[in-house]
Structure formats: structure tokens, C-alpha cells
């Protein structure tokens, strides 16, 4: 079946730091590929996704690359922000489907 | 648009009683999703609708929880009789054929006491 698997957090970070969330999927046919993000107090919102291989997906400085090779999808930021502290949500949704698949989140503390 | 619109924002009830749990997707979706959030079991699907018919409600936890979509515009997600482990975040999100992006409201924090 479709499963997601992240890293497990909270991953604690200064600002300006380098960032990178790690993301391996396992699915059969070509899933589409997503991050969301969900700040406290709020509803999952989508922050980047890409839907075939080799597609890159970016949004405020995050980006995330489709490695059909390596079914992964790990997400970057070259220098984080407080502001970015946050739950991400590695995901994915297979073609045809409307059911999306979420991993466990990880958590993101900025410090100042 | 206004997107997802979830009500009650905060829910406080005692153990035993009904809680209604209500959804407006966003205009033009044709699916719905109810889901759970808890620290302890993060995010659980719980039951999820396409063109109002419900596919697949494997999540939902037990018979106290039901879910209906009588229409496009609204559903609702009803425990009855509520327990104190049902206290949680319940997020609805919305989707359609044209996107294969989730649009989740705001969420219903219920407690139980």
C-alpha cells in the first residue's frame, strides 16, 4: 500500500540555519508529491508539491525535489526564519486518486 | 473565496453527551475528508465523501461516530454519546478532480470532560 515515512522531530534550529526534512514514500503507479505546513492554531496548508519525477517544487524559500530513484521528497531551506516554525507534512496523493496519504508530521522550532 | 468553513471553532461538553461537528467545503469540491488530530495519534483520517457518497469511513473509531453529507455545501460529523477520549482537533478539508490539493478549514477543538 501508500505509506509516507519523515523524519521523526522536534528538529531545533537557530535562524539562518540550513534546514532539510527528510521524506521517503512508498506507492505503486506515479503519485503526486507534497509538503504542507500547519502553524499553531491552524489548519494544514499546502506549501509546495511536485507531480512527476524530477519536478521541483518551491514556495518562501523551501524547495523540494521528486527523486523517482530514491522515492524521496525531502524538503530545504538555505536559511529558516522563527516565523518558519511549524509542523510539516511530507505527502502524497496517487494518480486518479483524491485520497491523500499524510506521513507522521515533524515539528520545527526557529530560535532566535 | 472563503474557503473551508468548519463550526463550532471550540467545543466544551461533558461526557455522555451528543456533539454535532459541522463543514462547509469550498464551492465546486466534490470531496470531503474529516479527519483527527491528537498528540498521541497525530493526523487519522477518519472518513472521506466523493460527489456526497461516503467511500470509505475505515478511521471512523466506533459506532458513537457517524458522518453525513446530505449535500454539496454541507456535512456534519456527529459523537454520540461523546467520550473524554475523543478530545482532539477534527480538521475537514475539501478537493476536486481539478486539483489534487487538499484545502482544510480551521478546525473544531473539542473537549471532553
Known amino acids: 500500500g501508500n505509506s509516507v515515512t519523515q523524519m521523526e522531530g522536534p528538529v531545533t534550529l537557530s535562524e539562518e540555519a540550513f534546514l532539510t526534512i527528510n521524506c521517503t514514500y512508498t506507492?505503486?503507479?506515479?503519485?503526486?508529491l507534497f509538503w504542507y505546513v500547519q502553524y499553531p492554531g491552524e489548519g494544514l496548508q499546502l506549501l509546495l508539491k511536485a507531480t512527476k519525477a524530477d519536478d521541483k517544487g518551491s514556495n518562501k524559500g523551501f524547495e523540494a525535489t521528486y527523486r523517482k530513484e530514491t522515492t524521496s521528497f525531502h524538503l530545504e531551506k538555505g536559511s529558516v526564519q522563527v516565523s518558519d516554525s511549524a509542523v510539516y507534512f511530507c505527502?502524497?496523493?496517487?494518480?486518479?486518486?483524491?485520497?491523500?496519504?499524510f506521513g507522521a508530521g515533524t515539528r520545527l522550532f526557529v530560535k532566535a | 473565496d472563503a474557503g473551508v468553513i468548519q463550526s463550532p471553532r471550540h467545543e466544551v461538553t461533558e461526557m455522555g453527551q451528543e456533539v454535532t461537528l459541522r463543514c462547509k467545503p469550498i464551492s465546486g469540491h466534490n470531496s470531503l475528508f474529516w479527519y483527527r488530530q491528537t498528540m498521541m495519534r497525530g493526523l487519522e483520517l477518519l472518513i472521506y465523501?466523493?460527489?456526497?457518497?461516503?467511500?470509505?469511513d475505515s478511521g471512523m473509531p466506533e459506532d458513537r461516530f457517524s458522518a453525513k453529507m446530505p449535500n454539496a455545501s454541507f456535512s456534519t460529523l456527529k459523537i454520540q454519546p461523546s467520550e473524554p477520549r475523543d478530545s482532539a482537533v477534527y480538521f475537514c478539508?475539501?478537493?476536486?478532480?481539478?486539483?489534487?490539493?487538499?484545502?482544510f478549514g480551521p478546525g473544531t477543538r473539542l473537549t471532553v470532560l
Open positions: 506507492a505503486t503507479g506515479y503519485p503526486s
Open positions: 465523501f466523493n460527489n456526497n457518497v461516503p467511500i470509505d
Open positions: 478539508a475539501s478537493t476536486s478532480v481539478r486539483t489534487d490539493t487538499q484545502y
Open positions: 505527502a502524497l496523493t496517487n494518480t486518479g486518486g483524491f485520497k491523500t496519504i
